[in-house]
């Protein structure tokens, strides 16, 4: 057995509401970890069986934010040349075949949890008839669950990798630069300005004086 990813077979029921779609893995509502690379295989079925798709010009999976509301978070779509039309029950069963396949690639599952460990997604899959004029029609829809795996993973660890200098970083790296002449220095976090009158730097330094906001200047001794 290889390793490629997780792969969701996802059953999605078209004449159900609350139980539209499964994990027939799981039995339960698909359920994935963020930043990771992710495969649906679904299924179509109406009335607890599968059915023919010969009038589907197209397929699409969408992932929107649990309130169904704004742009899909995640997106994809199959047309008709990477649909199979028709599946048994016993392949579907023996996972050997599915109507249509999404991929997912780690970024593009790489959504925002904010401080929570697990969130609640929506996911729906929609179908787009040959039909003249044709018709846009949903298959099923209902929750999906991304969960957290820390900072072990390569994606998140490149996500959340802090961007620009440290001070200390910062100094190693510029003050032995100045030139004898630089009319700008970077010391200790901040910027000093030359002063040629006395040959001094300094430093702006803002304040708030009798609720004014101020400007002032510290020395560099």
């Known amino acids: 057995m290889q390793l490629n990813g997780r792969t969701i077979w996802l059953e999605v ?16 509502s698909p359920q994935a970890w963020r930043g990771n690379y992710l495969v649906f295989k679904v299924g179509l079925f109406f009335a607890d069986a599968p059915f023919d798709l010969a009038n589907l010009q197209s397929l699409t999976l969408e992932v929107f934010a649990s309130d169904r509301k704004g742009d899909a978070l995640m997106t994809k779509t199959v047309a008709a040349a990477d649909i199979t039309a028709l599946i048994t029950q016993e392949a579907w069963d023996a996972r050997t075949a599915s109507n249509a396949t999404f991929v997912f690639t780690d970024e593009e599952t790489l959504l925002d949890l904010g401080v929570a460990k697990e969130k609640d997604f929506w996911l729906v899959v929609t179908a787009l008839t040959t039909d003249d004029p044709d018709h846009s029609m949903t298959m099923g829809g209902g929750a999906f669950t991304l969960y957290e795996p820390g900072p072990q993973n390569a994606v998140l ?11 200390g970083q910062a100094d190693a790296r510029y003050v032995q630069l100045w030139a004898d002449n630089a009319g700008v220095r970077f010391l200790n976090g901040y910027f000093y300005f030359f002063f040629p009158e006395d040959g001094s730097w300094a430093r702006p330094v803002p304040g708030i004086v009798d609720g004014v906001r101020t400007l002032g200047w510290e020395v560099l001794t």
């Open 13 to 28: 029921n078209a004449d159900k509401f609350e139980t539209a779609i499964q994990d027939v893995l799981l039995s339960a």
């Open 157 to 167: 660890a490149a996500a959340q990798a802090p961007t620009g200098y440290t001070r």
